[in-house]
């Protein structure tokens, strides 16, 4: 495996885009950075929950892979009072699904931001 593939895949893991920025792709990490930044964002305007590693439910633990995607805001949820779920809400619901989404997204971009480290992709 290739140092600089496993760098920038950690790297767009922990913020989105960064892996790109990496490698030199600095309009596509910027874009990146942007779009996936701003549904978290509104994700936790609008009130929604990150949720912790809870193994007792099979829907909570999907929850819970989808928002490790977020990288570094997953790690400092953990420990600032940030994305705890404002249940009395009314979006409450679809800022659970912004940050789920961006988590999602984001194993997507870490993957490319893969695939140009290996030179399988341009």
Do not use: C
Not at 73 to 79: M, N, V
Request: charged share 15%; hydrophobic share 55%.
């Amino acid at each position: 495996m290739k140092k600089k593939a496993v760098t920038a895949i950690i790297l767009a893991w922990l913020v989105p885009g960064l892996g790109h920025l990496y490698l030199r792709r600095y309009w596509r990490g910027l874009a990146f950075l942007v779009a996936i930044a701003l549904m978290s964002l509104m994700g936790l305007v609008m009130g929604g929950k990150i949720y912790p590693l809870q193994a007792d439910n099979p829907l909570t633990f999907l929850a819970f892979l989808s928002d490790l995607g977020n990288g570094l805001l997953y790690i400092l949820s953990r420990f600032l009072p940030v994305g705890l779920g404002e249940l009395e809400r009314l979006s409450f619901e679809f800022g659970t699904a912004y940050l789920a989404g961006a988590g999602l997204l984001n194993y997507l971009v870490a993957l490319d931001a893969w695939d140009i480290a290996r030179g399988k992709k341009q």
